[in-house]
């Protein structure tokens, strides 16, 4: 369950328990799917698409470099997407139990750090690989951990203990950044959303599409 609700950089530093350390870097550190590292020297502003249908996009965000240390400021780079992968600016953003055991109490993420963390999402699709076309524009909450939807587990109507599971945040990096690349199937499409995250969506409830954030984590966990 969410901690609190954080919809941007400065809402996350004020957020309590929750440091960040450290200047926008000018030398980007883009950790591509196999692992590998590159580096390159930019002065773009943050969430600036390089260039008109370029296809990349340069963007700060949070990361978990050790144990008990302050989040720290970086800059990441997407230069492509899987065909099977979406790019997501985002929208809200919430801080799970699982997020404070990474950092706080030495939980061990899968995939290796430095590491964005946070897998609340919700967002605006504004780029998508061939098998996602559709969804670019859309507003989606992503579900905390998306199975992968072809293994035995899943097509038996198992997918909560799917072995290909992704979690942002933990397999991948995650939400406490401007954008974050999700794969783009099982996302839940938010019908009549507003362009504008602090909208309220329809009816009269008052939830904006930040607000719904959370929503993915409090129903999928205790299913689980």
Do not use: K
């Not at 909450?141 to 998306?146: E, F, G, K, L, N």
């Not at 035995?152 to 909560?160: E, I, K, N, S, V």
């Not at 992704?166 to 954008?179: A, E, L, S």
């Amino acid at each position: 369950m969410a901690a609190a609700l954080l919809g941007s950089p400065r809402a996350r530093e004020r957020a309590g328990g929750w440091r960040m350390s450290g200047e926008s870097p000018t030398t980007v550190c883009v950790r591509t799917q196999d692992g590998a590292r590159i580096r390159r020297v930019t002065g773009l502003e943050v969430g600036t698409q390089t260039a008109q249908g370029s296809g990349m996009w340069i963007f700060d965000g949070f990361e978990m470099v050790t144990v008990g240390e302050p989040l720290r400021r970086c800059r990441r780079q997407v230069s492509g997407l899987d065909a099977s992968e979406v790019l997501i600016e985002v929208a809200g953003c919430g801080v799970c139990h699982t997020d404070v055991g990474y950092l706080y109490d030495g939980v061990q993420t899968r995939g290796e750090l430095p590491l964005i963390l946070g897998h609340e999402i919700s967002g605006y699709v504004v780029a998508a690989g061939t098998e996602f076309q559709d969804l670019v524009g859309a507003a989606v909450v992503v579900p905390a951990v998306i199975p992968c939807g072809d293994c035995a587990d899943c097509m038996a109507g198992r997918p909560m203990i799917c072995r290909r599971q992704v979690m942002p945040g933990n397999d991948r990096d995650g939400v406490f950044g401007r954008y974050v690349v999700v794969p783009g199937r099982s996302l839940c499409i938010v019908p009549g959303a507003p362009r504008d995250p602090d909208q309220p969506l329809r009816g009269d409830s008052g939830v904006t599409l930040r607000h719904l954030a959370v929503v993915a984590d409090a129903v999928s966990t205790p299913w689980q």
